[in-house]
């Protein structure tokens, strides 16, 4: 077996998670000596690995007939769409998308990957179980690139709270808003002034309406290189988990790996992620499945009490990183499912 190929599907490019996380398998798998690859047809394949979904699906039905194993990983699945205006365009991709992710899952996988156990039940309520074997494995961050030690530290005259995500549209605006408001109701228990800085692109329209409304002063950042990330995550106090329902988000375990505490709302993977004083997830107080206004005053308290005890929860969240997303540990997990 150690002769056979891995074939990743899509070929993806980009800064967005599913991208970063081909990066660092087939850097992991390269380390290992197992050549992985983009073409399905190449005779040496042992497995294709479909990263959520691939338009090429007569190329796996050929690939499962010559015998090779599918395996597939699945986050989440659209549904913001479903809730607010994106335009039909928008409206029509996402729809498919789920399709095409459900049609992989449901006809050609023969083990599935899910990123956490809220998308494995996410997916088994909207689409039902299916026979096809399957396990969980949460993301990895490299732990010497992602760690306390570095450049970036938080300051001493006033609280840095930090959200970063890819962007802010198409749905995703809630949670920036959901930032917007629990940083104004923050402010308005402390002592020391709070100053928010938002990393990911924000439409100039959204940030015109939110200068209007906003208490406490906002650094847009727009999209940080990957590289500068952990600084980043060292020179605050805390980061909000802006993404709702997220399945297993880039941006938390990496702020974890680097000793940043995580404050948010208790939806999607965050309540499966963020245990043991790496940070506070409490309930969101709404229907956050429809996108309503959560309440901020219990993020507030237990805020508060993690500013307060920034030593013990800093420790914290870099022990849960290295017990739950050390990248060498994921890559193995992955090996395992693909070259069985």
Request: charged share 20%; proline share 4%.
């Amino acid at each position: 077996m150690a002769s056979k190929s891995i074939c990743i599907l899509p070929h993806l490019h980009g800064s967005g998670g599913p991208s970063s996380f081909q990066t660092k398998l087939k850097s992991g798998l390269k380390k290992r000596g197992i050549q992985a690859h983009h073409d399905p047809s190449q005779e040496d394949t042992a497995t294709i690995l479909v990263i959520g979904g691939t338009h090429n699906l007569i190329d796996l039905f050929h690939a499962r007939k010559r015998g090779v194993r599918i395996v597939q990983r699945l986050d989440g699945m659209n549904w913001l769409h479903k809730k607010t205006h994106t335009g039909l365009h928008h409206y029509l991709r996402s729809e498919w998308f789920n399709w095409n992710l459900a049609t992989i899952r449901k006809r050609f996988a023969h083990h599935i990957v899910y990123q956490s156990k809220f998308s494995r039940d996410w997916w088994q309520t909207e689409y039902k179980s299916v026979r096809t074997t399957s396990n969980v494995i949460y993301n990895g961050v490299n732990l010497k690139t992602f760690n306390p030690q570095g450049s970036g530290m938080p300051p001493i005259d006033h609280f840095r709270l930090l959200v970063v995500e890819n962007s802010f549209h198409g749905g995703y605006e809630r949670g920036l808003f959901n930032a917007l408001n629990f940083t104004n109701s923050l402010s308005k228990k402390l002592k020391k002034m709070i100053k928010l800085t938002v990393a990911g692109k924000v439409p100039k329209k959204i940030k015109g309406s939110i200068s209007l409304n906003q208490l406490t002063s906002i650094r847009w950042m727009g999209l940080v290189p990957h590289k500068s990330i952990p600084e980043l995550d060292r020179s605050a106090h805390l980061l909000f988990s802006a993404d709702i329902n997220a399945a297993c988000p880039n941006s938390v375990i990496e702020a974890l790996a680097c000793g940043l505490p995580v404050v948010s709302y208790a939806t999607g993977s965050l309540p499966e992620l963020i245990d043991q004083d790496a940070g506070r997830v409490v309930p969101y107080g709404s229907n956050y499945w429809n996108l309503e206004s959560p309440n901020t005053s219990a993020l507030v308290k237990v805020s508060i009490e993690v500013l307060n005890n920034q030593s013990r929860f800093r420790k914290a969240a870099r022990k849960r990183a290295e017990t739950l997303f050390n990248v060498n540990q994921m890559v193995e997990n992955y090996i395992k499912v693909l070259l069985k």
